[in-house]
């Protein structure tokens, strides 16, 4: 199992960008796929995940009503679409798989791509 994550970049306040993240599989109905950050010096935190095969969608407070993610399955690929981005927002975007079904925790994910750098300046 492959992840490739793709799209990150240097942004202003406010602006938009999307993350995708591929993958080298056709991921079962049960498995989740998400997204997590890690900041300089802080521990990686969920972001958001969606179930591949109900397509529920799960997202951290902080990007509650800002970011989308959506998933597409001829291209096998999650997408996410951050609108309204802050400076809090800049970290390293992480997506990763959870075979299991798992949500939150990313102890519960067990295949990470490379992250992708997302930087919003002020």
């Known amino acids: 199992v492959q992840l490739q994550a793709s799209g990150g970049g240097l942004v202003q306040a406010g602006d938009s960008l999307k993350l995708s993240c591929a993958a080298s599989?056709?991921?079962?109905?049960?498995?989740?796929l998400g997204w997590f950050r890690q900041a300089p010096g802080k521990e990686r935190e969920f972001v958001a995940a969606i179930r591949w095969g109900s397509g529920n969608r799960y997202y951290a407070d902080s990007v509650k009503g800002r970011f989308t993610i959506s998933k597409d399955m001829a291209k096998r690929s999650v997408n996410l679409q951050m609108n309204s981005l802050k400076p809090e927002d800049t970290a390293v975007y992480y997506c990763a798989r959870s075979g299991r079904g798992g949500i939150w925790q990313a102890r519960e994910y067990d295949y990470w791509g490379q992250g992708t750098q997302v930087t919003v300046s002020s």
């Open positions: 599989y056709r991921p079962f109905s049960s498995s989740v």
